[in-house]
């Protein structure tokens, strides 16, 4: 199984990315896949998930109203639309796959990880 995230950079605040999570080697529209984020020093922690068929969504406050989860089971991706990004939201971001069918903020529930794509944001 293999999780590749891409998309990250460096912007200014307001300015906005979107991240993709290429699966493979998963039968990806079974899965319930997610973001997590890593900022340093501190654990990581949950963003958003969106359910099998993409019906369902889950956000963290802190990015409720600003970030947009999808994903396209046809094409094996998922992505995250980031606009009026924010200092605090530089990170390493994760997605994450999980075989239970219930959207879960627990970053111990997710069976797969991709390696990470780093989101700085300057003020």
């Known amino acids: 199984v293999q999780l590749q995230a891409s998309g990250g950079g460096l912007v200014q605040a307001g300015g906005s990315l979107r991240l993709s999570c290429a699966a493979s080697g998963l039968t990806f529209s079974t899965y319930v896949v997610a973001w997590f984020r890593q900022a340093p020093g501190k654990e990581r922690e949950f963003v958003t998930a969106i359910s099998r068929s993409g019906v369902s969504t889950m956000y963290a406050d802190s990015v409720k109203g600003r970030f947009t989860v999808s994903r396209d089971n046809a094409k094996n991706t998922l992505y995250l639309q980031m606009p009026s990004l924010k200092p605090e939201d530089t990170a390493v971001y994760y997605c994450?796959?999980?075989?239970?069918?219930?959207?879960?903020?627990?970053?111990?529930?997710?069976?797969?990880w991709g390696q990470g794509t780093q989101v700085t944001v300057s003020s």
């Open positions: 994450a796959a999980c075989s239970s069918s219930n959207l879960s903020p627990s970053r111990y529930t997710y069976d797969y």
